[in-house]
C-alpha cells in the first residue's frame, strides 16, 4: 500500500537496487523529496510507475498535440470514479494506508495535465490557483476530489475522481480549432479521437502488445542501461 512504499524504496536505494515503484510513489512531498534526494546521492535510478504516460495511443496524441492539430490548447477535462465498497480497514479507505481516491486514481487527472501541457507546451507552468471541494468517508480519507488548476494564458484542467460513484472516465483536451477525446477508461486507453473544426472525426486505434505495463517497464530497463537515475518521460520533477 501506498504508505508502505517510502521505507522500501528507501532500502533498494541503499543497496543500489535500481526502483520503478508504483504510484503513488509516496503519500506527500516530503517523502517524496527524500527519496529523489537519495537517488540522486547514490545515483541510482528511480521511477514512479504512471504507466499511462507510456502507452502508445499517448504517442498518437502527443503527435496531435505537437503539431497543433486542434490549434492553440484551451482547457483539459477528467474524469476517474468508481463505486468501491466501504471497507473501513482496506485500502482505499484506511488513512493508515494512505488511502482516498486522490492518491489512489485522481494521480492519473494530474499527470495527464501536466503531461497535455508538457506536451503542447514543452513544460508544464506552474499552476496560477488550484480550488478543490471533497467529500470525506467517515474514516477521514477523501472518497471523492473535484477540482480546478488555473494556469497562466486562460489554461484550465478540470477533474473529478471518487470512490463513490461512476463517471465518464474519459480525458478531453479542448483547442483553439478542434477536440482530442480519449473517451473511455483514460489511465488505459487503446482509442483516441481527434475532432478538428468542420472535419470529420478521425479515430485511431494503438492496441497493447501485451497488457500494458510493457512500456513502463521498458523505458525503466532502458534508463537503467544507460546509467540515468530519471526517465525524461516521467520526472523526478513530476512525480514532486
Known amino acids: 500500500p501506498h504508505a508502505q512504499h517510502g521505507e522500501w524504496v528507501r532500502q533498494?536505494?541503499?543497496a543500489g537496487k535500481p526502483v520503478l515503484c508504483e504510484k503513488p510513489l509516496v503519500p506527500n512531498l516530503a517523502q517524496g523529496q527524500a527519496l529523489v534526494d537519495l537517488a540522486r546521492e547514490r545515483q541510482v535510478f528511480l521511477m514512479e510507475a504512471v504507466w499511462t504516460r507510456f502507452l502508445p495511443i499517448y504517442a498518437v496524441v502527443s503527435q496531435w498535440l505537437r503539431d497543433q492539430s486542434i490549434?492553440?490548447?484551451r482547457a483539459i477535462q477528467s474524469s476517474f470514479s468508481f463505486p468501491a465498497h466501504f471497507?473501513?480497514?482496506g485500502r482505499?479507505?484506511?488513512p493508515a494506508l494512505a488511502g482516498g481516491a486522490l492518491l489512489d486514481i485522481g494521480i492519473?487527472?494530474?499527470t495527464v495535465t501536466r503531461w497535455v501541457l508538457q506536451a503542447a507546451l514543452g513544460a508544464c507552468p506552474a499552476p496560477l490557483s488550484i480550488h478543490a471541494?471533497?467529500?470525506l468517508a467517515p474514516t477521514g480519507v477523501d472518497r471523492r476530489v473535484t477540482a480546478t488548476l488555473q494556469f497562466p494564458d486562460g489554461l484550465d484542467s478540470q477533474f473529478i475522481c471518487g470512490l463513490d460513484g461512476s463517471a465518464e472516465n474519459a480525458l478531453t483536451i479542448f483547442g483553439e480549432?478542434?477536440?482530442i477525446r480519449l473517451p473511455t477508461q483514460f489511465w488505459q486507453a487503446t482509442e483516441a479521437r481527434l475532432q478538428q473544426t468542420g472535419e470529420p472525426e478521425q479515430h485511431v486505434q494503438a492496441p497493447f502488445r501485451v497488457n500494458g505495463f510493457e512500456?513502463?517497464?521498458e523505458e525503466a530497463q532502458r534508463c537503467v542501461r544507460a546509467g540515468l537515475i530519471e526517465s525524461p518521460r516521467m520526472t523526478h520533477a513530476d512525480t514532486l
Do not use: A, M, Q
Open 71 to 73: 490549434g492553440e490548447l
Open 133 to 135: 471541494t471533497g467529500v
Open 12 to 14: 533498494c536505494l541503499d
Open 87 to 89: 471497507e473501513p480497514s
Open 177 to 179: 480549432r478542434g477536440v
Open 92 to 94: 482505499l479507505y484506511n
Open 108 to 110: 492519473y487527472n494530474l
Open 215 to 217: 512500456y513502463e517497464i
